[in-house]
T-cell receptor, first 112, second 114 residues
Framework: EPEVTQTPSHQVTQMGQEVILRCVPI?????FYWYRQILGQKVEFLVS????????KSEIFDDQFSVERPDGSNFTLKIRSTKLEDSAMYFC??????????FGPGTRLTVT | GEDVEQSLFLSVREGDSSVINCTYT??????LYWYKQEPGAGLQLLTY?????DMKQDQRLTVLLNKKDKHLSLRIADTQTGDSAIYFC??????????????FGGGTRLMVKP
């Protein structure tokens, strides 16, 4: 069964550094998403991406964040200058644009 | 804005039924979902219901939707120890934008005792 994959599973970085989180969505999906879950808090929507552009983004997704689909398979989330409060589990999801979104296993980002 | 609320914890005995409840505030919700998260794993889509439905059954899972009260429940029949996990309720609103953002509840931790 096809699934969303994410790398790395755990990323540790120092405050102020740039990080890139990578996702490989399910191959025939056209809609891609990033969510995050700070420890002990709800899963929060960050951004959705379709047809090579952002279709929706939340207040969390400020200028420090960017997304890209650099080739036909990867979908990346970049945080330019990480802050301590960016520490969270980051989930990628993909879908066909209807009601179903399939999530990856997540990348745990720890900012020290 | 949208808000989705769930109770934090539920404990049941193996073989009993589990009922996990969720309330939401946005009456324009189009789809409502249940996701399961096992330790160290991602969010697994269990089932969903369209807002014009009252009930959906899928094997051991039954979803009930009371749109008037904005209340969603997930019933797991014959609960097994493998059902122990965190269960998230989520809603989406179909808009003009491509794709639907999901708004999640805080999750209910289900513990199944043998």
């Amino acid at each position: 069964e096809p699934e969303v994959t994410q790398t790395p599973s755990h990323q540790v970085t120092q405050m102020g550094q740039e990080v890139i989180l990578r996702c490989v969505p399910i191959s025939n999906h056209l809609y891609f998403y990033w969510y995050r879950q700070i420890l002990g808090q709800k899963v929060e929507f960050l951004v959705s991406f379709y047809n090579n552009e952002i279709s929706e983004k939340s207040e969390i997704f400020d200028d420090q964040f960017s997304v890209e689909r650099p080739d036909g398979s990867n979908f990346t989330l970049k945080i330019r200058s990480t802050k301590l409060e960016d520490s969270a589990m980051y989930f990628c999801a993909s879908g066909t644009g209807g009601y179903e979104q399939y999530f990856g296993p997540g990348t745990r980002l720890t900012v020290t | 804005g949208e808000d989705v609320e769930q109770s934090l914890f539920l404990s049941v005995r193996e073989g009993d039924s589990s009922v996990i409840n969720c309330t939401y505030t946005d009456s324009s919700s189009t789809y409502l979902y249940w996701y399961k998260q096992e330790p160290g794993a991602g969010l697994q889509l269990l089932t969903y219901i369209f807002s014009n439905m009252d009930m959906k059954q899928d094997q051991r899972l039954t979803v009930l939707l009371n749109k008037k009260d904005k209340h969603l429940s997930l019933r797991i029949a014959d609960t097994q120890t493998g059902d122990s996990a965190i269960y998230f309720c989520a809603e989406s609103i179909e808009g003009n934008n491509a794709g639907n953002m999901l708004t999640f509840g805080g999750g209910t931790r289900l513990m199944v005792k043998p």
